[in-house]
């Protein structure tokens, strides 16, 4: 008994573990971090930066719109957009 108690445990711990970092791997959605990511795209090789800016413009609508976690998605998007190779 005891012992499914600390399986369930264990397992929701885990998982909920999981969920926070993946959020916690967002950006903050404000103008600072929408300028850095910004000099980010500017800076990369020509090949990278035309995904990276159609999530940078996805960003700026829902930064608009007041939709903080679907811009902090594209403003993660565009980042790591910029940084492939």
């Keep these: 008994m005891y012992k499914k108690i600390l399986l369930a445990a264990v397992a929701a711990a885990f998982f909920s573990g999981s969920a926070m970092a993946q959020e916690m791997s967002m950006k903050m959605c404000d ?17 990278m930066k035309k995904m990276a800016k159609e999530h ?30």
Excluded: R
């Design 31 to 47: 103008d600072k971090t929408f300028e850095k990511v910004k000099m980010e795209i500017d800076a990369a090789p020509d090949a």
């Design 56 to 85: 940078l413009m996805m960003a700026k609508e829902k930064m608009d719109a007041k939709m903080t976690k679907e811009c902090g998605v594209h403003l993660e998007k565009a980042s790591m957009a910029a940084k492939k190779q």
